[in-house]
């Protein structure tokens, strides 16, 4: 296969414009390009399978349709089309396709996933009555139901064995050595195409470690108990409990019953308003505004990981891909939110170039924040759109390096933008997060009156000083605010009209 043309056709004659939003356009031959390295890299009994399906579709099938098909073979490319089906940006007919990899439909599966539940539970088999259809599919695992048996006089215990496919370790290991060299491949089509280059070897990197967890479902049960515990005093949100006869290739866990949160045709507007409402607090601002050390998020929460259930809670499913976001990086991000407060933007870069994992280009970080700082004096609030679009910018045309964590929680929240706003577009997650801040600094006033000073040791990652400063640097952003504009209205008045 070789490289795409500038108009974005590969080598099947297929236009990807629609795989690419015209926003980024520059990048349409880049993508193709990138496709077809994988594809190409493919063993050739994958390769031949994928082809053959494709020519055996109907021949006015569309891109996405065709896509669809190819993202289903290939697991990681299965995860990447999970995490960008709610993507406003991309072509509505592109996002529905899409939106069948968030759970596929299950069917009867085969005595291979059989003699995998045999080999891995041995004797416990025996306790359980497995039901002869799969419950869904998944991009590396099949999700079987059963009920166990012993519990019968006391009720039956209903759950799910999540069970890795046969073959799906070699697969999985054959994409991930092409990811590692498709990083490169990236970069260097960056120069060919002058395309600013983002590191992209650096970043496929960091996704390839985490999709490799993919298949270390013990790591996933670890993960599970961990959200547990972190969830245990929220009663609206269910984590899905273990049983005991988990093993390193099958999740042993309750049922859920319910509905993808998507799935809200007959909920009213304000029964989707408070849904969504209760997606961002668990998700987005609960990591953020806890005292912990170390807060657990979820790195894969695509709407098939999400089920309303039937007594009305939010059920997080599939804790394969976690994240943890550190005191340390929270306290950085308040305290630039602090120098958007203050007006302050050499504060503003000093705490970038805090969270920034390599030495920062100063004159291009300034360039950035003086930008940003600009919307702030045109009235714009220092806000989640704002503070996001900053760190975009900054990674962007300044070239700054976040961590892996940060980076990952940043994927998350646009996974979970789509999904918020197919649930209601009355929700918000600029309007939610802050609301939850404010929540947590009423908890904690009572600590405060006994707490040091300097002390962070709070959900808000405020100290006393801190908020001391903010208070008494009131009057100083004000007048910075009114200085810039009279400044700017005297430059209007005095440069006089301008020719339109």
Avoid at 25 to 35: I, S
Avoid at 67 to 91: E, I
Avoid at 192 to 213: C, D, K, M, V
């Amino acid at each position: 296969m070789s490289k795409a043309n500038p108009a974005g056709q590969n080598t099947w004659g297929v236009d990807i414009t629609p795989l690419v939003p015209e926003v980024y356009a520059d990048y349409r031959p880049l993508v193709a390009d990138a496709l077809a390295f994988f594809l190409r890299h493919l063993s050739t009994p994958r390769l031949t399978a994928i082809l053959t399906e494709q020519q055996a579709l109907p021949s006015d099938a569309g891109v996405a349709q065709r896509l669809t098909s190819l993202l289903f073979h290939c697991p990681t490319l299965h995860k990447f089309g999970q995490v960008v089906a709610r993507n406003r940006k991309l072509d509505r007919a592109l996002r529905s396709r899409l939106q069948t990899l968030e759970t596929m439909p299950g069917t009867t599966y085969g005595d291979a996933v059989k003699q995998v539940i045999r080999r891995e539970l041995g004797d416990a088999e025996g306790a359980l009555r497995l039901d002869s259809t799969a419950l869904a599919e998944a991009s590396v695992s099949v999700v079987v139901p059963f009920t166990s048996v012993a519990a019968e006089s006391s009720g039956p215990a209903n759950g799910v064995l999540k069970v890795l496919k046969p073959g799906i370790e070699e697969s999985l290991q054959e994409e991930l050595a092409i990811w590692s060299k498709l990083g490169q491949f990236i970069d260097e089509r960056c120069e060919y195409y002058r395309i600013p280059p983002l590191n992209y070897a650096e970043s496929l990197a960091t996704i390839r470690e985490l999709l490799a967890g993919e298949i270390r479902l013990d790591h996933e049960q670890r993960h599970l108990a961990e959200a547990a515990e972190f969830y245990k005093d929220a009663r609206s949100i269910q984590i899905p409990a273990l049983f005991p006869f988990c093993t390193p290739r099958i999740t042993a866990m309750e049922r859920i019953y319910g509905q993808k949160v998507t799935d809200v045709e007959v909920f009213s507007a304000r029964q989707r308003r408070r849904l969504a409402n209760s997606v961002i607090e668990a998700l987005i601002a609960r990591p953020v505004w806890t005292p912990l050390e170390t807060a657990i998020f979820h790195a894969d929460p695509h709407a098939g990981n999400l089920f309303f259930t039937e007594d009305e809670r939010l059920a997080v499913l599939d804790w394969s891909l976690t994240g943890y976001l550190g005191k340390v990086e929270r306290i950085h991000m308040m305290q630039l939110l602090l120098g958007a407060l203050t007006l302050d933007p050499q504060r503003i870069a000093r705490e970038i170039e805090a969270l920034a994992q390599t030495p920062v280009n100063a004159s291009a970080l300034g360039v950035v924040v003086d930008k940003a700082v600009s919307k702030l004096y045109a009235g714009k609030f220092p806000g989640f759109r704002w503070s996001q679009s900053l760190l975009d910018e900054a990674s962007l045309a300044a070239g700054v390096q976040f961590s892996s964590e940060l980076l990952l929680y940043r994927k998350s929240i646009l996974t979970l933008e789509g999904v918020i706003k197919d649930i209601s577009g009355g929700s918000s997650i600029g309007r939610v997060l802050p609301a939850a801040a404010i929540r947590q600094f009423v908890c904690e006033l009572t600590a405060r009156a006994f707490a040091p000073p300097a002390s962070r040791h709070f959900g808000t990652h405020l100290s006393n000083l801190d908020l001391l400063a903010l208070y008494w640097g009131g009057p100083t952003a004000a007048a910075r605010f009114w200085t810039h504009r009279w400044q700017r209205r005297l430059t209007a008045l005095l440069s006089g009209p301008t020719e339109p």
